[in-house]
């Protein structure tokens, strides 16, 4: 089966540091969604690609969140500089989103990148 | 606020037991998803309704979304511990391009 891939699966660094996650979307599906997962907050949708153009990023802290796709296979998401806030799973998912059909289309998830700030 | 409120926020029952958990809010959606997630992984859809009042049957759990397209249910007849998960609905909003999610609700089966 075809699967979202995200790396590092894991990733400890101290506050201030650069961190880069990277998603690999399904071959084939034309939006890319970046979430963060927290305890306290649930799923939290950052930002979204279709057809490797931003649509929204209103979820994303702007002065230290970037997200990119330079291809259509490969996401970014980065964080600069990191703070212990920014401590979460974050997951990427991909589907694929027919003109007309809405967003009601499946929305495929890769296992998450654990990230924590010290 | 959550846009999406899933309840109970916890739920643990013995393996047998049946169980309703719910996902409700007061805006109107296009069509609303089921996810499970388990430890280590992302979110898994389980199914997309999209019609109110509609019944979905996945062999034990049996989904429905509200006739006013506001809400859904999920109930597990005779749970097993595999059931166990976090279960997270997802709903679209007229005119948007992506599914807004509840908090969850995580559900523990004892065998």
């Known amino acids: 089966d075809a699967r979202v891939t995200q790396t590092p699966r894991h990733k400890v660094t101290e506050m201030g540091q650069e961190v880069t996650m990277r998603c690999q979307p399904i071959l084939g599906h034309n939006t890319v969604f970046w979430y963060r997962q927290t305890m306290m907050q649930g799923l939290e949708l950052l930002a979204y690609?279709?057809?490797?153009?931003?649509?929204?990023d209103s979820g994303m802290p702007k002065d230290r969140f970037s997200a990119e796709m330079p291809d259509a296979t490969l996401a970014t998401l980065k964080i600069q500089p990191s703070e212990p806030r920014d401590s979460a799973v974050y997951f990427c998912?991909?589907?694929?989103?027919?003109?007309?059909?809405?967003?009601?289309?499946?929305?495929?998830f890769g296992d998450g990148t654990r990230l924590s700030i010290l | 606020t959550q846009l999406l409120e899933q309840s109970p926020q916890f739920l643990s029952i013995q393996e047998g037991e049946n169980l309703t958990v719910y996902c409700n809010s007061s805006?109107?959606?296009?069509?609303l998803q089921w996810y499970r997630q388990e430890p280590g992984e992302g979110p898994v859809l389980l199914v997309t309704?999209?019609?109110?009042?509609e019944v979905k049957k996945l062999k034990r759990l049996t989904f429905q979304f509200g006739d006013a397209r506001k809400d859904s249910s999920l109930h597990i007849t005779a749970a097993q511990p595999g059931d166990t998960g976090l279960y997270l609905c997802a709903g679209a909003l007229y005119g948007n391009n992506d599914m807004r999610f509840g908090a969850g609700t995580r559900l523990t089966v004892k065998p």
């Open positions: 309704v999209v019609t109110g009042g």
């Open positions: 690609f279709r057809n490797r153009a931003p649509l929204d």
């Open positions: 805006s109107v959606f296009s069509s």
């Open positions: 998912a991909s589907g694929l989103v027919l003109t007309g059909t809405g967003s009601n289309q499946p929305q495929h």
